[in-house]
Each structure stands twice: as structure tokens, then as C-alpha cells.
């Protein structure tokens, strides 16, 4: 046996939590129980011991806006988050269209990080929303989904067609719903806009652009994952939509669940994302859809910005947060204050996920690849600059406390954060 972990509370995300030692061997679970003396062993007592979670929509800032990230950085920033595991979307600079800058991400991601990440391809060529990307070379080359990011279509019908070449290609769409017409202003259209005088992104701007997508996914049976969804209206139509038998998952990204628009009052950058943040009802029904699982993942939607990127007046600002490190912290004061179970937040970070990739999921059964995460529920931290891996520091959460932090990572077996805190031979 290479080693054993000792004492932590397992978490699976399958409503069963116990106490167990577990053997890692060759990279993979090799043996439950309890450890025989004397073996090479660490003491995880008061941590828990999960499945390494897996991010849906992360943003690297490579290649493209080096001043932003790195996948060096960035790659870092998920271990320190509990990440193994990132989907990196297709808007890259340039765009993710061809198998050479495809190559080029797995190439550097593998030199940078043991973390796997899985490159979504355009489903148009330099995501322009008219001509067809050559989305078989990209398949091959290795991406494991298509999306058109949060850039428009022409039209509907070439959407269509694009859909129909996925299908052909036996590829998941990935989909932001938002439809550009709509989406011309910069913070969600209630009161606190109307206050601020900015310009205003109706809760329709999504809802529309949804339907539409949805009508399509139906006509050509095309699998589908509908990402960092923000309105009541959204989970609405997903409840139809399996309703109706639709091949189609979703996430929400984390922010979503606990801020709303009123923490752009006075004009505060750091809570300028894409999609705006929401009114109270859409955080409670998005938090009742994961609850419920019509949203099955919480996703990141990870995207550093360098701190002039915030210094402009609100509207000119760049829409985004560094949100990867936060994640468990921000999940488990959810925890904390009864909106979400434990066993369910587990199971949005690590397994949902995973069957939206089509991956198995990590049962921690001896066999199971050891990609593993070990997080002490009791510590808390600061999240201050200098806490953080990422290069971007652009969180509204910064100088809060979090309750919640991760210790270490396994990735097949192999420990990813030096010196993690908790751990003692």
C-alpha cells in the first residue's frame, strides 16, 4: 500500500456518511477498513475525506489574456479550491476553433498541473455565430463538448444546423442562455438599477434565449447542458423540459446562490458578473432547483480579472469574479444556514458534474481512481489577497470570513498541495 488515510468522515454524495480508513495504492483505492499497524499512514481526524470536485465552466485567461491568469495560476487556484477536474470554456484568445489551439491548451495544462482539464470547442468559427466550426477535428483533437459561450447566433436555423452536426458527432452542447437583443445592458432590471441609472438585462434576456434552445434540443435529440443559469423563469422551463424526457442538465454558479443585485449598491464592480446577479426570488427558486436536483451542478463560472479590470465606472467595467478558491466555503455556509445539505453540496461539487461529462462517478470503493479531496469543515479563514492562488483578486467576498477550507488534493493518488494544513503523518 503507497499510504493510508486515517480517521476522516467520508462524504460521497449519496446521503451515506461514515467513518472509515482507506488504502491508496498504484494510484486507485486499494483497500476499506481499518489500517493494519505500522503502515505508512496520514491522520485525517476532524477532516473530510470526498470525491475531488470538478468544475463546469472556468476560465483559464490562456490562451488570450495572459494579464488576467494563466493556466499556471489558475490550475493552482482550483487544487487550493478542491478542484481535479475544470471545463474550460471555448472563448478563449484565440478562440478554441481549431485542433491546434486545442493541442496547445492540453499541452500546457498537462505541463502546468496534474489538474485534468476538458476543453469545450466552438460550435462556430471564432465563435462569430455564422459559419460551422469543423467540430469532428475538434472532437478528435479532444475536446469533450461544443458551446457557443455567451457569444450570439445569427439565427435559429444556424443553430439548428450547428446542432445537427453535433448530433451527428455524438457531442454535448453546452449552452449560456442569452439572447443578445435583450442583453444590451449591464446589471439585472429591477429597482437597484433604476437607482443607479444603469441600464437594465431583463430576466427574459435568458428565458427567451433558452426556450429557443430547448425547442431545438428537442427537434434533433442533441444532449444538452444549460450553464450558469440565473432565473426563477430558467429553472421553470428546465422542470418542462424533463418533464418532456429532454436530454439536459444544468448548474448555477455559486454567487448566484447567495448574492443578489443589491450588493451592486454603490456601484461596486466586484459584484458585476454575466449573468447579472438576480432579485431574492431568483436566488430562492435557483437554490430550491438545486435542492430538488432539476439543477444537478454549482458551478464556478471562474474568471479572474487583474484589479485594473474593476477601476472604471460599474458599466465599463469587465463582468466577473475569481470565485475558485471560494467555492467550499461559500457551499458550506449554505450548509450552515439550512438552505442546502451537506450530502446535496457534495454532490453538486463532485458527482453531478461528473455525469454531466458522462464520467463515473466516485463511490470511494476500492477500484475507484483517487481523486480525492480533504477539507476541515472547523477552519476558517480570511479571504485576503494574499490567501489566494488566483491572479485574480475580484471577489466581493473579500475580507469576509469563510468557514471551511481545503487541506489537500489527491489526483490518482498523488498529494497536490504542499505542506496542507490538518495533515500529520
Known sequence: MDIWLCGASLETGDGVTQSMDIGIKHGKIAALGSMPGGAHHLDCTHLTLAPAFTDLSARLREPGDREHGSIVTETAAALAGGFAQLVLPPD???????????????????AASKVRVFPLGALTRGLDGQSLANMAALKAAGCIAVSQARR???????????????????????????????AQGCAHDGFMASRLGL??????????????????????????????????????????????????????????????????????????????????????????????????????????????????????????MSTLETMLGLGLRLVRSGELSRTRLVDALAQAPRRVLGQATCSLCVGDVADLVAFDERLSWQVFPEMLRSHGHNTPFLGQTLQGKVVQVWVEGQPQIKGGPGLAV
Open 92 to 110: 478563449t484568445r484565440p478562440v478554441m476553433d481549431t485542433p491546434a489551439i486545442v493541442a496547445l491548451v492540453l499541452e500546457r495544462a498537462a
Open 152 to 182: 450570439p447566433m445569427a439565427s435559429a436555423e444556424t443553430l439548428l444546423r450547428c446542432l445537427e452536426y453535433a448530433a451527428g458527432q455524438g457531442l454535448k452542447v453546452f449552452f449560456s442562455p442569452e439572447d443578445a437583443s435583450l
Open 199 to 320: 441600464p437594465g438585462i431583463p430576466s427574459s434576456a435568458e428565458t427567451v434565449a433558452m426556450a429557443t434552445q430547448l425547442l431545438l434540443v428537442a427537434q434533433t435529440g442533441i444532449q444538452a447542458h444549460f450553464g450558469q443559469l440565473s432565473t426563477a423563469g430558467s429553472v421553470m422551463l428546465l422542470r418542462w423540459a424533463r418533464s418532456q424526457g429532454l436530454p439536459v442538465t444544468a448548474d448555477v454558479s455559486m454567487h448566484q446562490l447567495h448574492l443578489t443585485d443589491e450588493s451592486i449598491d454603490g456601484f461596486n464592480a466586484m459584484a458585476h458578473v454575466r449573468p447579472p446577479l438576480r432579485s431574492e426570488s431568483d436566488r430562492q427558486a435557483l437554490l430550491e432547483g438545486v435542492r430538488e436536483g432539476t439543477i444537478d451542478a454549482i458551478c464556478s463560472d471562474h474568471q479572474p480579472l487583474d484589479a485594473s479590470a474593476k477601476l472604471a465606472p460599474f458599466a465599463a467595467t469587465m463582468p466577473g
